[in-house]
């Protein structure tokens, strides 16, 4: 049995060692922040160079001086605090790490995967309920991905059931139309009709039928009143029973009502769920000994991946060389994890993580350092991808070369067959960086969007989410293809959705901190400009808009003649649930210390196994 390692073959869905990696690890009337969205293209050496000339403009004009180029390395505007973890995973490495107990648990995880395996197809006989529960359980413990077959025979065979229409009982037809809307079937809304009463009140008065009438609902789309109505009268009554909940339960309702399941990341909560499946005895404890096995080798190619990623971001010598920009690479790596989890998926994190962490580096160096000179510069630089600009602080050379010598380790992991994916990633960071570069001209003129649809057209893509989509696809095997990255180029409605989503929720989060220091207008700032209204009524607007562009997204999710595969979709979906955690309460990635808990649990501490 091959070992669960990186640096070895990573481990497959089923188990067995998965195919080997084709490397060794797998001003004009037009203000400028509205210019056009750029198609990919292949480059030539030399096809746009910073020019001397513009150079020399900036040397002779006295924009750059070394004394204050100096000054402002010194800086840290925005307060960020260094990182917590540091060089904890260089060192850390678990003495099960390719032992002999790693072995044993491979072979007791392969026992208890065919027992659980026969348990599943057994459950046909099962009821409705049991055989939903027992699909909940095993996603929710994070062991789906070993069941994918077995899984889709029995959600076809849900689907196609009319046991749901004869059901007066709300909670299973909650779980039925949560289950099967999560995994793309379009199932009517009607089926909640016969649980309102004539003043159209729902009747479900238990807490544990609230909540999940409460999360199947969040999958609606735009129309559906039915679903609308009822995330209205649940969340008014799951808020009135709260105070009177006590344990699993009344955790369950407070994360419901923070972030809807639907929208919640299941691997940064596998190991709540064990713990708790286990100590309440709510699933088979073959299940629950099989979701720890599983978790505990998860980790070990977790922590191996993360070495491999701290070596690499210490290569950047971010902590002497930008002082100025966040620390933030284990956190990176936590959020890229909550877009694909599974063993098979290691070389599309490991690209991943190292994408976002270099959108960071980019939105900190524009936000807190470069001049609107020296942004112009680094833009039109990174445009060319060749590294042709003297004139540039150190620090933004280093970060030019850095990018550059990154994306060649990316291309080298690639196949032959795979290299056309990257003029994509090229292009989508072209756009970041020129819409980074359009944020700093409405900085320093105080613009403040007289719409939210105009501030959107720029700063839905200075989240860089569109750019991570793209990136989500470049480690991906054979289910990305170059209709896939054509696809994504377009900016379809998901991918859109993704984008506002993410600035939506990162400008509520935000707002009081950028107040601080001087800042590009927030959505909140237009909307208030554009309607003349308070903050507070500007936050709640903005609250609506971001639960309208979630429509959006279930909206395409559902689409039925959807030609992308389910599992590119499926990594777009989980970028977005990202979103929501990364900024719940707060800007979390900013200020990572509420962070710390979650990358504990989840890729430090082990379960004991017997």
């Given at each position: 049995m091959a070992s669960f390692s990186v640096h070895a073959q990573p481990w497959s869905s089923s188990c067995q060692p998965a195919a080997a990696a084709p490397s060794q690890r797998q001003c004009s009337t037009t203000p400028p922040w509205r210019r056009p969205w750029r198609q990919p293209r292949t480059r030539s050496p030399g096809t746009l160079r910073c020019r001397q000339a513009q150079q020399q403009l900036l040397l002779s004009t006295g924009v750059i001086q070394q004394d204050a180029v100096d000054d402002r390395l010194n800086k840290n505007p925005c307060n960020f605090h260094p990182s917590i973890w540091g060089d904890f995973f260089l060192y850390h490495s678990s003495t099960t790490a390719a032992s002999y107990e790693q072995q044993e648990w491979i072979v007791q995880l392969e026992r208890l995967k065919e027992e659980v395996g026969n348990m599943i197809t057994s459950s046909v006989t099962s009821s409705l309920l049991e055989r939903l529960h027992l699909i909940d359980a095993l996603e929710r413990l994070c062991v789906n991905h070993l069941f994918e077959e077995e899984i889709n025979i029995l959600l076809m065979q849900i689907s196609s059931s009319n046991n749901v229409n004869d059901c007066d009982d709300v909670h299973t037809v909650a779980m039925w139309f949560y289950l099967l809307r999560k995994h793309g079937y379009k199932v009517s809304q009607d089926v909640f009709v016969k649980f309102k009463d004539e003043e159209g009140n729902f009747i479900a008065k238990n807490p544990?039928?609230?909540?999940?009438?409460?999360?199947?609902?969040?999958?609606?789309?735009?129309?559906?009143?039915?679903?609308?109505?009822?995330?209205?009268?649940?969340?008014?009554?799951?808020?009135?029973?709260?105070?009177?909940?006590?344990?699993?339960?009344?955790?369950?309702?407070?994360?419901?009502?923070?972030?809807?399941?639907?929208?919640?990341?299941?691997?940064?909560?596998?190991?709540?769920?064990?713990?708790?499946?286990?100590?309440?005895?709510?699933?088979?404890?073959?299940?629950?000994?099989?979701?720890?096995?599983?978790?505990?080798?998860?980790?070990?190619?977790?922590?191996?991946?993360?070495?491999?990623?701290?070596?690499?971001?210490?290569?950047?010598?971010?902590?002497?060389?930008?002082?100025?920009?966040?620390?933030?690479?284990?956190?990176?790596?936590?959020?890229?994890?909550?877009?694909?989890?599974?063993?098979?998926?290691?070389?599309?994190?490991?690209?991943?993580?190292?994408?976002?962490?270099?959108?960071?580096?980019?939105?900190?160096?524009?936000?807190?350092?470069?001049?609107?000179?020296?942004?112009?510069?680094?833009?039109?630089?990174?445009?060319?991808?060749?590294?042709?600009?003297?004139?540039?602080?150190?620090?933004?050379?280093?970060?030019?070369?850095?990018?550059?010598?990154?994306?060649?380790?990316?291309?080298?992991?690639?196949?032959?067959?795979?290299?056309?994916?990257?003029?994509?990633?090229?292009?989508?960071?072209?756009?970041?960086?020129?819409?980074?570069?359009?944020?700093?001209?409405?900085?320093?003129?105080?613009?403040?969007?007289?719409?939210?649809?105009?501030?959107?057209?720029?700063?839905?893509?200075?989240?860089?989410?569109?750019?991570?989509?793209?990136?989500?696809?470049?480690?991906?095997?054979?289910?990305?293809?170059?209709?896939?990255?054509?696809?994504?180029?377009?900016?379809?409605?998901?991918?859109l959705a993704l984008c506002t989503i993410l600035r939506l929720v990162d400008d509520l989060k935000t707002y009081e901190r950028e107040q601080l220091t001087p800042h590009v207008a927030s959505s909140i700032d237009s909307y208030m400009k554009q309607h003349d209204v308070s903050i507070e009524m500007a936050r709640f607007k903005i609250e609506e808009l971001k639960e309208e562009h979630w429509k959006d997204f279930n909206d395409e999710w559902l689409d039925p003649d959807s030609a992308q595969p389910r599992k590119l979709l499926e990594a777009i979906f989980n970028l977005t649930r990202t979103m929501e955690f990364i900024y719940n309460q707060a800007d979390n990635f900013t200020y990572c210390h509420n962070l710390k808990d979650t990358i504990s649990s989840l890729l430090v501490e082990a379960f004991p196994v017997n």
């Open positions: 544990m039928d609230l909540l999940a009438l409460y999360n199947a609902a969040h999958y609606r789309v735009h129309g559906e009143k039915i679903l609308d109505d009822a995330i209205l009268f649940t969340k008014r009554c799951l808020h009135s029973m709260f105070p009177s909940l006590e344990g699993s339960l009344a955790r369950e309702v407070k994360c419901a009502l923070e972030i809807p399941l639907p929208r919640r990341v299941g691997i940064y909560e596998a190991n709540y769920y064990i713990s708790t499946y286990e100590k309440e005895g709510k699933v088979h404890d073959m299940i629950v000994q099989l979701a720890k096995l599983n978790f505990n080798l998860m980790q070990l190619q977790y922590q191996e991946e993360l070495d491999i990623i701290t070596r690499w971001w210490k290569d950047l010598q971010i902590q002497s060389k930008l002082p100025f920009a966040r620390d933030r690479i284990v956190e990176c790596y936590l959020w890229m994890l909550g877009v694909y989890y599974e063993p098979n998926c290691s070389r599309g994190r490991i690209i991943l993580t190292k994408v976002i962490s270099i959108a960071t580096i980019f939105d900190d160096t524009f936000d807190s350092y470069g001049t609107i000179e020296e942004c112009e510069l680094f833009t039109k630089c990174l445009e060319s991808w060749e590294l042709v600009a003297d004139e540039l602080p150190d620090c933004m050379k280093h970060v030019l070369e850095k990018v550059f010598q990154s994306y060649q380790i990316i291309e080298q992991e690639l196949s032959e067959d795979e290299k056309y994916r990257m003029p994509y990633l090229r292009s989508f960071t072209e756009d970041l960086v020129r819409n980074y570069n359009r944020e700093v001209k409405m900085r320093e003129e105080s613009y403040v969007p007289k719409s939210v649809e105009e501030h959107l057209q720029i700063s839905s893509r200075t989240g860089a989410c569109h750019l991570l989509a793209c990136a989500s696809l470049v480690g991906m095997d054979v289910t990305a293809t170059k209709e896939s990255f054509d696809w994504v180029s377009t900016m379809p409605k998901m991918v």
